[in-house]
């Protein structure tokens, strides 16, 4: 405790001096070693005992990590480091590997400016080393490499000196065609480059690494770091070559200071006005501007109530501050405001920008949020996931008296996750959950019980499917239950380059109209329509193509909540609606605003809508994921045939050695139980990991068996309804 004490007044004395600031990411695929490596920098800065660095996993310090042996939550840690005489902020977030909690890797990009990646040696780069570099180069958030495990290169595979050299040029060489692969631009500053410093190799698990830089300083080369692993003495080569030096060299010298960074940054997570006031002030990383915070993560004490951590862009943070969060009207009063040392959080005084602050009193902050203390500022960027909530299970408290409990446990836990969905149809009575697998959703149930003291069960886990048409209908006509109002609704798909623009949030209601009209025009959509989108609910947009109707102004919300109701559950099976374009092209109201209330219109325009989809050759699409096999070649078959079993398709082999790459997909549906029946076909010899690769449509012949099952749990009537149970023809 006393070290920590120590620490946070340390801490406490670099916040203010951004040039001695780092705001770092630990990112990689599953397993490769981020949290092990964490352990070494904590050891380095005197937070645990270096005796246990690598071992003690102290960022994994919840119950359910502990067990399962993966990270779960990303966590933040501050920590003071001394490099070659002065002290240094490091703010750091060790995240999660498992594609389950891929959301938490993305949010934690929106608070660091630099990001190392970290690369098992005789893995490789893998799917999820794509994944959180894609990330990181969206946010524009600098990496640097580390490639771990080399212990494992010489101890297990036994190769040679050279070839341990030629295997670690191929990682390199890998992640840069990665980088290269995703922008021509970026790969030219960001080229990966042992030679330059921006790599390091080394072994977490044993506390030593190198570095060209670093051999140059400590006269230790390949050779010799061959030499030491082969002769088992590892334990003196980290003490000539430890961890955290060498990595401390490498975060310090080339990733960016805030300073440097959110003059960069800005530009890409902000679209207001850069002359603004504002705008300069978060270039410059101001602590005597305005407050803006970007809330980038949502927890729970059961002390202090709920805490926003997030990455503080301009201004400095106090506690008993009034701030505005996202467009509310009224203002929060900060109560606290704390740094995180792993685990425990530690209130400070103050916070200058170009830190990560945590907060406690902003009760109206979500996930995405933006703090501010000017009354109207244009917030942040949405920070949009790149995996969808696909597997779903149905929630119900084991006793009755809990009911009321687990609807606002659930509203909760979906505040601290978004990636998590929770829907509770009212009409069905069904609570969902959905979230990114069926891990995720097994970590949120425990949560609920343990944490939340809420004892649940959950169905077996379900697929949700997304309603979508395939033709055209209408004008299909809606006409109030009084009969003095009527809509006339054109339905058809929508384009699939838009349904893309959604769902990567580049077009929102939020944006600016010329902005939004320019991207769609680019996407291939029509001049009058782009024009005339009125709302997006899911990925379907409605549009305004009436001229001159009168009253139709102010009549227009309630317009917009039958287009919502409508979609959020699909008149086939109640399923959420995907890429439908509608179109408003006629409407007749009432002049009495009395007689065109919320019961008349939403009811009429939701009628029609649903009935015209049904019209419209509707059909639904299922989410797929991708499946990357690792496998020795013996055990291939086994594999493949299981992929092919589950209506997967296998897209691309690669041979290494002994062992085959399989890239594969398949439906969710397909998968549930893949994880036994792969380790029975292979003998436990294949390494496989999944990403979701979006809705494809369900085979024509498939299509009657699932809405009736989907119907069915839902205890709605079996059948699929007609267009003529919405509206008369
Ligand atoms: N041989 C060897 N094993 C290592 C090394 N670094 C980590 N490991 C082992 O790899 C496993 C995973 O390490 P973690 O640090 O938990 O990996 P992680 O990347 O944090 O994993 P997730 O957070 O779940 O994605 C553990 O069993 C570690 O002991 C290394 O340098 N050499
Ligand atoms: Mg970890």
């Not at 079993?645 to 893949?674: C, H, W, Y």
Request: proline share 4%.
């Amino acid at each position: 405790m006393g070290v920590k004490k120590k620490m946070v007044e340390r801490v406490r004395d670099l916040m203010d001096q951004p040039e001695q600031i780092r705001n770092i990411g630990i990112v990689a695929h599953i397993d490769h070693g981020k949290t092990t490596l964490t352990d070494n920098l904590l050891a380095g800065a005197g937070m645990i005992s270096k005796e246990l660095a690598g071992t003690q996993l102290f960022m994994d310090s919840d119950e359910e990590e502990q067990e399962r042996g993966i990270t779960i939550d990303a966590a933040n840690v501050s920590m003071v480091h001394e490099f070659e005489g002065e002290e240094y902020l490091i703010n750091l977030i060790d995240t999660p590997g498992h594609v389950d909690f891929g959301g938490d890797v993305t949010r934690a990009m929106r608070a660091v400016d630099g990001a190392v990646v970290v690369v098992d040696a005789v893995e490789g780069a893998m799917p999820q080393t794509e994944t959180v570099l894609r990330q990181a180069l969206k946010e524009n958030v600098t990496p640097v490499l580390f490639v771990n495990k080399v212990d494992r290169l010489i101890n297990e595979l036994q190769v040679d000196s050279e070839t341990m050299q030629i295997k670690l040029g191929k990682v390199i060489d890998n992640v840069n065609k990665l980088i290269k692969g995703m922008s021509e631009e970026k790969y030219k500053e960001w080229r990966l480059d042992a030679a330059n410093g921006t790599v390091a190799f080394g072994s977490a698990l044993y506390n030593w690494a190198i570095s060209v830089t670093y051999m140059k300083k400590s006269g230790i080369g390949f050779n010799e770091v061959f030499q030491y692993c082969k002769d088992n003495d590892m334990k003196a080569l980290a003490e000539k070559c430890p961890l955290h030096e060498v990595l401390n060299d490498m975060i310090i010298k080339h990733l960016p200071n805030p300073l440097v960074s959110q003059k960069r940054r800005v530009p890409v997570i902000w679209h207001g006005d850069a002359d603004s006031e504002i705008g300069k002030q978060m270039a410059a990383c101001d602590p005597d501007g305005d407050v803006a915070l970007m809330v980038t993560k949502i927890t729970r004490d059961p002390h202090a109530g709920e805490i926003a951590t997030g990455r503080l862009f301009s201004g400095t943070l106090q506690r008993g501050q009034e701030l505005y969060v996202s467009g509310s009207a009224k203002t929060d009063r900060i109560q606290q405001v704390g740094v995180f040392m792993g685990p425990e959080r530690v209130d400070v005084e103050k916070i200058p920008a170009g830190n990560i602050a945590a907060v406690t009193g902003l009760k109206s902050a979500i996930v995405g949020s933006t703090a501010t203390s000017l009354r109207d500022m244009y917030p942040f960027e949405m920070i949009t996931h790149a995996s969808e909530p696909v597997v779903t299970v149905a929630v119900e408290a084991k006793h009755m008296r809990d009911l009321p409990k687990l609807i606002e446990v659930l509203r909760q836990v979906s505040k601290e996750d978004p990636t998590l969905q929770v829907k509770i149809d009212e009409e069905t009575g069904e609570h969902l959950l959905a979230g990114m697998g069926e891990l995720h959703l097994e970590v949120i149930g425990h949560r609920i019980e343990r944490d939340k003291g809420v004892e649940i069960t959950a169905s077996e886990p379900i697929v949700v499917y997304r309603e979508t048409v395939t033709g055209r209908a209408g004008p299909v006509e809606g006409k109030s239950p009084n009969r003095h109002n009527r809509f006339y609704i054109e339905v058809e798909p929508l384009e699939l380059s838009v349904v893309d623009l959604i769902k990567s949030g580049e077009i929102t209601m939020r944006m600016d109209k010329i902005e939004r009209r320019d991207k769609l025009l680019g996407a291939g959509m029509d001049k009058d329509e782009a024009k005339g989108i009125t709302a997006i609910s899911e990925s379907n947009i409605l549009i305004d193509m009436t001229k001159g109707v009168q009253y139709l102004r102010e009549t227009m919300e309630l317009i917009i909540e039958g287009f919502v109701e409508a979609t959020t559950a699909g008149p086939m099976s109640r399923e959420p609606c995907q890429g439908i374009k509608l179109r408003l092209v006629d409407v007749k109201l009432h002049e009495d605003a009395v007689h065109r209330g919320p019961a008349q219109v939403i009811p009429a325009v939701r009628q029609a809508i649903q009935a015209g989809i049904l019209m419209a050759d509707v059909t639904l699409l299922e989410p797929f994921q991708k499946v990357f096999i690792q496998v020795p070649q013996d055990h291939m078959g086994g594999a493949i045939s299981e992929i092919q079993g589950r209506r997967g398709a296998i897209l691309n082999m690669t041979q290494e050695g002994d062992v085959t790459d399989i890239e594969s997909k398949a439906p969710v549906s397909g998968l549930f139980g893949f994880a036994g029946d792969l380790r029975s076909a292979t003998e436990g010899r294949a390494l496989w990991s999944t990403e979701f690769a979006g809705f494809e449509s369900l085979p024509k012949n498939l299509l009657p068996d699932v809405v009736k099952q989907i119907r069915t749990r839902k205890g709605l009537k079996p059948g699929i309804p007609k267009p003529s149970d919405f509206v008369s023809q």
